[in-house]
């Protein structure tokens, strides 16, 4: 793509990923950052078979109640490298059901048990319990 290795091109998307204005979103940045930084070199990587790596924290997994734009956006781009149409109805039948908690594909719905018993479920409850008014 433009005439540039691919090796500077994976240079420049991350340099992209990291260039935060001030009137910037985490959204802006953590999602649609990604999103269409990734859409833009889409080519060039299938072309020489590159590849994405899109680094998140664990909010993306055990979101912190008191940067929920921040938790949020970690997990909506964890959630860019599934199928989008059929995770989307899970989320909305969860939405429906007034679930706390959704696991929308196979993968994640069989972990289900061992994530509200698990170390991340732990930390989760301790961040809310910090943020709750004394």
């Given amino acids: 793509m433009f005439g540039l290795s691919v090796e500077y091109l994976l240079i420049l998307l ?28 889409l080519p060039a990587l299938t072309r020489s078979r590159g590849a994405v790596v899109n680094i998140l924290s664990i909010t993306a997994w055990a979101p912190i109640p008191v940067i929920p734009a921040y938790s949020i956006s970690k997990a909506a781009a964890f959630s860019l490298r599934r199928p989008p149409e059929s995770v989307a109805h899970a989320i909305f039948d969860g939405v429906e059901q007034g679930k706390d908690e959704i696991f929308p594909d196979p993968v994640s719905a069989a972990m289900a048990e061992s994530w509200r018993s698990g170390a991340a479920k732990a930390l989760e409850r301790q961040y809310a319990a910090l943020a709750r008014p004394s």
């Fill in 14 to 41: 991350v340099a992209a990923l990291f260039v935060i204005g001030p009137d910037r979103l985490p959204g802006t940045i953590n999602l649609f950052g990604t999103y269409s930084v990734t859409s833009a070199f």
